[in-house]
């Protein structure tokens, strides 16, 4: 999986990052995007993506990806901001932000099958990329993760939903809280099957945006 990164660097790209997000399918919560610059020839046992690695083994391939790393960041976009922009200009919001924060310049970016147009630097989008690339699949795993233990904390805010074992997906028992329940503050009211009105919660919801 580091073929296409040994390729870029022998091209003489030097800082090679990967960028990938994960939550875009969620009913509650941020999506979450992480990138990943891996320092030269990286070979990490057990790193594909996240979605294809168990809970466990992504804890172990997160620390392996941190060990190796010479730079990671991450971007989060809350729910009032993927309603009010849609979902892909959210996921590419989320995106930049992890470019723009990472400690290293990149000077090539590596996605999974998108672009981001508001960044200005060579970016290569390649289908399937998180199974193709060791900085997408890296870059995977670590907002897989971050996402996952945030939604753990929401859990302890909101258990009706289960967040700890659904982490915002839409599950059948989450869409049976939805009915019973209505959304919380952090459900995305533009996805179908969260317009329901509010029970538990009044209008008070968190504040919308990004955070770095």
């Known amino acids: 999986m580091s073929a296409i990164e040994r390729q870029l660097r022998d091209s003489g790209f030097r800082a090679v990052a990967g960028t ?3 939550g875009r399918g969620c009913l509650a919560g941020p ?19 996240s979605k294809q690695v168990d ?19 991450i ?9 009010s922009i849609n979902i892909l200009r959210a996921s590419k919001l989320a995106m930049r932000h992890a470019v723009e924060d990472l400690s290293v310049r990149p000077d090539v970016l590596l996605l999974d099958a ?20 060791i900085s997408i699949a890296a870059a995977s795993i670590v907002a897989k993760v971050y996402r996952d233990l945030l939604m753990e904390s929401y859990h302890a805010r909101y258990p009706v939903y289960d ?9 059948e028992s989450h869409q049976a809280a939805l009915k019973v329940y209505g959304p919380s503050p952090i459900h995305r009211m533009s996805f179908e099957g969260v317009e329901e009105p509010a029970m538990l919660f009044g209008s008070n919801e968190e504040d919308g945006g990004s955070t770095r």
Do not use: K, W
Not at 55 to 68: E, Q
Not at 75 to 83: A, F
Not at 114 to 133: A, F, K, N, Y
């Open 163 to 171: 967040f700890i074992h659904n982490r915002g997906y839409a599950t």
């Open 75 to 83: 971007g989060v976009v809350e729910s009032r901001t993927i309603d």
């Open 20 to 22: 990938d997000e994960v």
């Open 55 to 73: 809970a466990d083994d992504r804890v172990d391939a997160l620390n392996l990806i941190l060990r190796c790393a010479r730079a990671v960041a």
């Open 114 to 133: 998108v672009t981001i147009e508001s960044l200005d630097m060579p970016q290569v989008p390649l289908i399937g990329g998180d199974r193709r690339s």
């Open 31 to 49: 999506v979450v995007a992480a990138c990943v610059i891996l320092d030269c020839d990286p070979s990490i046992l057990g790193v594909n993506d």
